[in-house]
């Protein structure tokens, strides 16, 4: 069943009956001792709170996190922040929902994202990079894994492909700057650049509710993907343990500071890049997404973005703006 509104078209003062994706579900008290819950409500176009007033028990044991449910209510604006004062829930039922108006995916089709990080993987010139990378892209379990993988839980990417879109941005963007820099190796920035971030392949679970698995949480996609990295070439003869030391190197180091997760800091011409790249494609994915989901065509500043600590200003007329650029 085709959904009749999405989050991002919802605006204060509507009645709402439609199907929704919920992602939290916590019973909270006010001040005055009755209790309440809070909902974070998902579709394809973004996310939105929800509360529960009335009949509380009752439809607290309607549903849980990571159920489908038929929510009627009334949307409002609190704090500049929509959200979906709940009436009545349900579960949905079988048959009523198509999964794909509730997850996101890359705008790009994933085929031709593939292929075309294929072409960038099939121009490296230096033998034993090129035979790394086409150990892992003629894999097809790691293909399909790399076509449906989010690149991000909660910060950027985060949809179906959002990992094959990202590293394909990462990799265009370091191509671009070929010869701008001098002393680099261009291959292996390519290469750092495809292989960066595929520990993320087995970090998140994408099925549903795209969540972190048992490794992810306990060992985290750069020593995942350098774990990967190091299984194929110990399958292919005579690689260069030269070559081999400065593309792990590269994996360890792309988040750049060690509180950001990273074993190591960039210490090589080639991993600075590429960290800067990728942490670039990030935060622009990040601000372009918070910025179209926002809402609010009232005011020229997005709520407060969490992660990013600040205010992100929406302008007076982007359209023009994006257009004139």
């Known amino acids: 069943m085709k959904k009749s509104i999405y989050v991002r078209d919802i605006k204060a003062g509507e009645k709402i009956a439609d199907f929704f994706f919920v992602t939290e579900k916590n019973l909270a008290y006010s001040q005055k001792g009755s209790p309440y819950l809070n909902l974070r409500l998902k579709d394809k176009t973004g996310e939105m709170d929800g509360k529960v007033w009335d009949n509380v028990a009752e439809l607290d044991k309607a549903f849980r996190k990571g159920d489908f449910v038929f ?62 990378l086409r150990s892992f892209l003629a894999d097809g379990e790691f293909a399909g894994l790399l076509k449906r993988a989010p690149a991000a839980k909660g910060f950027h990417h985060v949809y179906i492909g959002g990992l094959l879109e990202h590293t394909l941005s990462v990799v265009r963007v370091l191509d671009r700057l070929r010869g701008h820099y001098k002393g680099l190796n261009h291959d292996l920035v390519i290469t750092g650049g495809i292989l960066h971030d595929i520990g993320k392949i087995h970090e998140y679970s994408y099925d549903g509710l795209i969540d972190y698995t048992d490794e992810g949480r306990l060992i985290g996609h750069i020593v995942m993907g350098v774990e990967m990295v190091n299984r194929r070439i110990a399958d292919l003869p005579d690689f260069p343990a030269q070559l081999a030391m400065e593309l792990r190197h590269i994996l360890l180091s792309h988040h750049g500071v060690l509180e950001f997760g990273s074993p190591k800091r960039p210490k090589t011409l080639e991993a600075l890049l590429v960290h800067y790249v990728d942490d670039l494609d990030a935060k622009i994915n990040a601000m372009q997404t918070f910025v179209a989901g926002s809402g609010n065509e009232d005011s020229d500043w997005t709520p407060y973005h969490r992660l990013l600590e600040r205010y992100l200003y929406k302008g007076k007329n982007t359209g023009q703006r994006e257009e004139t650029a």
């Open 71 to 132: 929510l009627q209510g009334r949307s409002l604006q609190y704090k500049n922040v929509m959200q979906l004062s709940v009436l009545s829930a349900r579960r949905a039922e079988g048959g009523e929902i198509e999964a794909a108006e509730f997850f996101p995916v890359a705008e790009e089709d994933p085929e031709l994202m593939f292929r075309e990080l294929e072409s960038f993987a099939a121009a490296v010139a230096t033998p034993a990079l090129r035979e790394l």
